[in-house]
């Protein structure tokens, strides 16, 4: 059984006020039953404390109709809240929308994609993100010693790497992308999700599925000839290249549209920028929806309109981890761990998103069958380029933030890479003071 003995769970939000919190109360509710919570937690910033105040009376109203004695607490107090917890869980947006709608912005105007967790703007996120965690992860090794910690917080590989090799938290990476594929195959198939298992190889935001076994059949290469297309909510589908498809063997998760169709990508962005803003000015104007529905005392469930915020069924892929985790459930999830030797041209002690056995102890990643050829330079490069973020992020080095920007894929030359990392620093230096001592 689990190390967590104690009658009834303590868990906490960092970055309740986020427009996902009532999507993750109601999976709270629903698996009550296999996993009680005693206590929730919602924790933010002073400039986030209007939206926890929304958010929170929301998700008290929810527990309420649902007749549930879980205690709901709405606090800045992030100590206070860590303090004994069981699983803590992040998803947090450090700068706030704007930041990001600068992360996507400012790349573009220089001819180059600019995405939330891809390229520029993803390490951007990262440099912004990882010393916050870290400083979470302090807390979690003095409050909460024993605790899960959960990362949604994106680039969730990014960050969790940073986790792995700077603290002595537990933490586990996940993403809704998996999740998702499963569904989907499942779907293709007529099948339920415990029927399918696709293989996934890659990290965070850059993976391929290497296998689709539906009931021990792997319908990869039916899939491949057939075409099938899946895309989430925030990238647009556009259909694979099948000859392409048919010689690389595997299926692009859709975060490599950004890589493998960086041509149509872009000029996707750059209409988008031009016409009604990019990605951020678009879940900007979701999220004022979300929270004036949320405003309504009447209001006691997660409203419909939810799924339109691009996070489908991220609860569930929580709920899932958790679940495993608390009751030993030994079930096989599609998660962000240590590398170990598993993907062997990378770094032991990379984070890597793979398969892997949900223990009390923790995720253990099962061996990968194979790992198409063609893939590995890809992956080597972005990896390179993550863990330079990382040091960068912790150092404050700007030299090793250049070598971040140069090595990524997308960025095309050594001028550009300077021109953006002096812009986008500049554009971030609230958040970034250790960038500019001096």
């Not at 040091?391 to 404050?396: H, L, R």
Request: hydrophobic fraction near 40%; charge should be negative.
């Amino acid at each position: 059984m689990s190390s967590i003995t104690k009658q009834g769970l303590k868990v906490v939000v960092i970055g309740g006020g986020s427009s996902y919190t009532p999507e993750l109360v109601e999976g709270f509710i629903k698996r009550y039953n296999e996993m009680p919570i005693r206590e929730l937690w919602l924790v933010d910033i002073e400039e986030g404390r209007h939206k926890l105040e929304i958010v929170g009376q929301l998700a008290k109203r929810m527990v309420e109709q649902a007749g549930l004695p879980i205690d709901v607490h709405l606090t800045l107090n992030r100590r206070e809240a860590i303090a004994g917890a069981d699983f803590v869980t992040t998803q947090m947006r450090v700068g706030l929308l704007e930041a990001r709608r600068r992360d996507e912005h400012i790349p573009i105007k220089h001819g180059v994609i600019g995405q939330e967790t891809t390229g520029p703007g993803g390490m951007l996120k990262a440099l912004r993100t990882v010393p916050v965690i870290l400083d979470i992860c302090r807390d979690i090794e003095e409050l909460a010693p024993n605790a899960w910690m959960l990362n949604f917080t994106n680039p969730a590989g990014i960050v969790t790497e940073a986790v792995l090799k700077h603290s002595k938290v537990r933490t586990v990476g996940l993403c809704n992308s998996p999740i998702n594929f499963q569904k989907f195959l499942a779907k293709q198939y007529g099948v339920t999700e415990r029927e399918v298992l696709p293989e996934f190889v890659g990290i965070n935001h850059l993976h391929w599925i290497t296998a689709a076994y539906v009931n021990g059949e792997d319908k990869l290469q039916e899939m491949i000839g057939g075409g099938k297309d899946y895309s989430a909510t925030n990238v647009t589908a556009f259909d694979w290249d099948a000859d392409f498809l048919r010689s690389l063997g595997a299926l692009p998760t859709y975060y490599l549209r950004y890589f493998y169709m960086k041509d149509t990508m872009f000029a996707e962005m750059k209409e988008s920028l031009e016409k009604d803003g990019t990605r951020a000015d678009v879940v900007s104007r979701v999220e004022e929806e979300l929270f004036e529905l949320y405003k309504d005392v009447n209001l006691n469930e997660k409203p419909k309109q939810l799924e339109k915020r691009g996070g489908a069924f991220y609860s569930e892929a929580a709920l899932n981890l958790m679940h495993s985790l608390y009751t030993d459930r030994r079930d096989i999830q599609t998660l962000n761990v240590r590398n170990g030797g598993i993907i062997d041209f990378l770094p032991e002690d990379a984070s890597i998103e793979v398969n892997c056995v949900v223990t009390a102890q923790g995720p253990v990643p099962l061996p990968l069958q194979r790992v198409p050829e063609h893939i590995k330079g890809l992956l080597h490069a972005v990896k390179t380029y993550e863990s330079l973020t990382i040091e960068a992020a912790v150092t404050g080095d700007r030299g090793i933030a250049l070598q971040a920007m140069v090595h990524h894929p997308l960025v095309p030359s050594v001028s550009v890479a300077k021109t953006l990392l002096g812009e986008m620093l500049e554009a971030n230096e609230k958040y970034l003071p250790h960038f500019f001592k001096g």
